[in-house]
Nanobody, 115 residues
Framework: QVQLVESGGGLVQPGGSLRLSCAASGNIFNIYRMGWYRQAPGKQRELVAIITTGGSTNYVDSVKGRFTISRDNAKNTVDLQMNSLKPEDTAVYYC?????????WGQGTQVTVSS
């Protein structure tokens, strides 16, 4: 089992920035991928960004050039730097970890982009 705890969400104006952080605990020795999902009301949960242990990254097209995912393997943390935020980015953001074929998500942190 892996436990994930997110932090850093909040309210920001369009064009602003936020940095989300996630700390993993529990069975943390075989985590392959970590990343972030998000879900807005009435919408499907979507993958935002993924990073492997080796540092390879992937982003959903809508955030490319604006969001940056990073990972500290020693600290078992993953961050998401979000710049140039848009109202369309408003959602609950969930930290994600993959252990073999098992998937884990945190409780989520609210990000609201509004003027």
């Amino acid at each position: 089992q892996v436990q994930l705890v997110e932090s850093g969400g909040g309210l920001v104006q369009p064009g602003g920035s936020l940095r989300l952080s996630c700390a993993a605990s529990g069975n943390i020795f075989n985590i392959y991928r970590m990343g972030w999902y998000r879900q807005a009301p009435g919408k499907q949960r979507e993958l935002v960004a993924i990073i492997t242990t080796g540092g390879s990254t992937n982003y959903v097209d809508s955030v490319k050039g604006r969001f940056t995912i990073s990972r500290d393997n020693a600290k078992n943390t993953v961050d998401l730097q979000m710049n140039s935020l848009k109202p369309e980015d408003t959602a609950v953001y969930y930290c994600y970890a993959q252990v073999l074929v098992s998937n884990y998500w945190g409780q989520g942190t609210q990000v609201t982009v509004s003027s």
